[in-house]
């Protein structure tokens, strides 16, 4: 185990700084890209300003766990923190789209070192009693920063610039390096080790070749054109090669072995679905209370906090009772709880009030809540700390990947519906606003401001709204077929907990 001698304190809150900076970037962007568009142009390419950074995290991920293993905590966390504040610096004074996408990109480099180094740390330095609580902290802050990212974001945007969501992070993190740099102190012994280029290069081709297919499918390509066909032929190919590449590896970036341990499986399972579903609820409810509702961006961020606050509470209780039932038994409840929320979710109508959104999102929020926390913990249960750093990241990048492919995918639904329903409610109006089609993108802007919905007719403005909100509502229904396939793998994580060891005891490793 490494140890620390510095002040613990001051470790575990340069370690929540940063998690509280990478977790929250992407939401804290999404809320503000109407305005960056507006500002640079580019607005048939902004889907990378996101897409670069969740592929550039995704791949980095398991990379830098397993370089942390073989080399050290310290250094690839410090070289993380540092590459992420200078591309951030870097987004904020971008003069076009492109340049914004490029730096996202070494964004996502830097983002993916901080967040599975920093769990895998705080598994170092506590022994397996003191874990739970930990990781419930930590977990608390990932998920308080996905639901607070969209309300910074938008009061940002608002009051200040756009410019200041990427300058924010540089105080953040400059504190988070000194405490971390002044304070965290591992031991000096570290196993010499393979670096397994083939495997990360063929897993990042991969999932960029998914991602290029996910987000141009139905848009700017047919998805039975020879050019997506190509795409996904490509994301085969090079997982298959991966695979093959890692089952030979003499040190693999993703252990496959260690997927043969039940509760290791299960929980990267889990952490993909979760994701997948979790990132759904962080993008789509903001945007449907500022559609259906009305009001800023800033009034719809501040709609999440209920969720947050749940998911903090989940997190929490999932990371105490660690150590007194099963992990099994936790996730039960966090998926019927996460389940029923999702389903209450579904049945929203433009006439649903407010208090019934807030109590039903607060549901899901709490179910998701347990995966923050018990996840991680699950993933490196009984491993040698050498491989911790593998584990954490394998299950960090396996959420990623989840969200990454589920804002795709389901934005993609979601459009595409918004545009079918739209023209089922203006079929009895000839084509409702100008002929030819009935809606388009300027338009569907004037949702989200006062001033643009004033301008709409109220019978025209009734109908676009139902459209958007059945659109949105559908996606929550769709959400439920992974949460029924998350359901069924809990059940088989078997019956293992947190075991504190023995008074006088040294922990197992």
Known sequence: MMESKGNIKLVITGLLLSILMAAMDNTIVATA????????????????????????????????????????????????????????????????????????ALQGIGGGALMPIAFTIVFDLFPPEKRGKMTALLGATFGASSVLGPLLGAYITEYI????????????????????????????????????????????????SLMFALELGGKKLAWDSLPLLGLFASFAVFLLIFVLVERKAEEPVISFWLFRRRLFAVSQILALLYGATFIILTVYIPIYVQAIY??????????????????????????????KTSFRNLMIISIFAFLAGMYLLSTLTPDTPRLYLT?????????????????????TH?????????????????????MTIGITLFGSIQSRTFLSNLKEQFADMGG????????????????????????????????????????????????????AVAAVATFFMGKERVVAPEAGKPEAT
Not at 383 to 401: D, I, K, M, Q, V
């Open 382 to 402: 009984n491993l040698e700390p050498h491989y911790r750093g593998t584990a954490n990241s394998t299950n960090s990048f396996l959420r990623s990947l989840g």
């Open 161 to 208: 610039s756009w410019h200041w969501i990427f300058y924010v992070n540089v105080p953040i993190g400059i504190l988070s390096f000194l405490l971390i740099w002044r304070e965290y102190h591992e031991s000096k012994i570290h196993t010499k080790q393979a670096i397994d280029w083939w495997g990360a290069s063929t897993l990042v081709l991969s999932v960029v």
């Open 359 to 379: 109590l039903y999102m607060t549901l899901a929020g709490f179910g998701t809540g347990f995966s923050f926390s018990l996840l991680p913990t699950a993933s």
């Open 294 to 323: 009305g009001g800023s961006a800033t009034s719809a961020g501040l709609i999440l906090t209920p969720m947050m606050l749940g998911s903090v509470v989940g997190s929490a209780i999932g990371g105490v009772f660690q150590t």
């Open 432 to 483: 409702g606003m100008g002929g030819g089609m009935p809606f388009n993108s300027e338009d569907t802007r004037s949702l989200f401001t006062d001033a643009g919905r004033a301008k709409i007719p109220p019978q025209v403005l009734d109908k676009i709204v139902a459209a958007m909100s059945s659109s949105i509502t559908y996606l929550f229904l769709l959400a439920l077929i992974p949460l």
């Open 33 to 104: 890209m109407g305005t960056i568009v507006g500002d640079l142009g580019g607005y048939d390419q902004f889907v990378w300003v996101t897409s670069a950074y969740m592929v550039a995290n995704m791949a980095g991920m398991p990379i830098f766990g397993k370089l942390s293993d073989m080399y050290g905590r310290k250094r690839f966390f410090i070289f993380g923190l540092i590459l992420f504040l200078v591309s951030s610096m870097l987004c904020g004074i971008s003069q076009n789209i492109v340049q914004l996408s490029l730096f996202r």
